[in-house]
Nanobody, 132 residues
Framework: EVQLQASGGGLVQAGGSLRLSCTISGFTFDDFGIGWVRQAPGKEREGLSCTSKNAGIVHYAESVKGRFTISTDNAKNTAYLQMDSLKPEDTGVYYC?????????????????????????WGQGTLVTVSS
C-alpha cells in the first residue's frame, strides 16, 4: 500500500527552526518526487517546495525561498523539510505528497507548486505553530 507519514511538527518561536519528516512506503524516490504543502488557518493549500532528486529538480515558493530546504534520503525512505527563520505566518498543517517524477521533469515550478491535482498520494499532515 502506498503511504506517506508526516511528522516533526510542533510549537516553535519566531526565528526558530524545525525539521519535518515524511516517511514513505509502497513506492520509491526513483519513480516519484515529493512535495510539501501547507494549509494555514482559513487559507487554501499552498505548495511550498517539491523535488525529484533523481531528476535534479528542486522548486520553492517565493514565501519560503532561502528559509526552507527540501531533501530526500533514499536509504531511509524519508523526505525532509528543514525550516529556518520561521515566522508566525508559517503556522499551519504541513502535508507531504508524491508526484510522478516524470511530471516534474516536464512542468514549470509554478505548475509543480500550484497544480496540486498532480499529487496522487498524501500524508496525514503535521501541525506547525510559530509563536511571536
Amino acid at each position: 500500500e502506498v503511504q506517506l507519514q508526516a511528522s516533526g511538527g510542533g510549537l516553535v518561536q519566531a526565528g526558530g527552526s524545525l525539521r519535518l519528516s515524511c516517511t514513505i512506503s509502497g513506492f520509491t524516490f526513483d519513480d516519484f518526487g515529493i512535495g510539501w504543502v501547507r494549509q494555514a488557518p482559513g487559507k487554501e493549500r499552498e505548495g511550498l517546495s517539491c523535488t525529484s532528486k533523481n531528476a535534479g529538480i528542486v522548486h520553492y515558493a517565493e514565501s519560503v525561498k532561502g528559509r526552507f530546504t527540501i531533501s530526500t534520503d533514499n536509504a531511509k525512505n524519508t523526505a525532509y523539510l528543514q525550516m529556518d527563520s520561521l515566522k508566525p505566518e508559517d503556522t499551519g498543517v504541513y502535508y507531504c505528497a508524491r508526484i510522478p517524477a516524470k511530471y516534474l521533469e516536464l512542468i514549470t515550478a509554478n505548475q509543480a507548486l500550484n497544480g496540486l491535482s498532480l499529487y496522487d498520494a498524501w500524508g496525514q499532515g503535521t501541525l506547525v505553530t510559530v509563536s511571536s
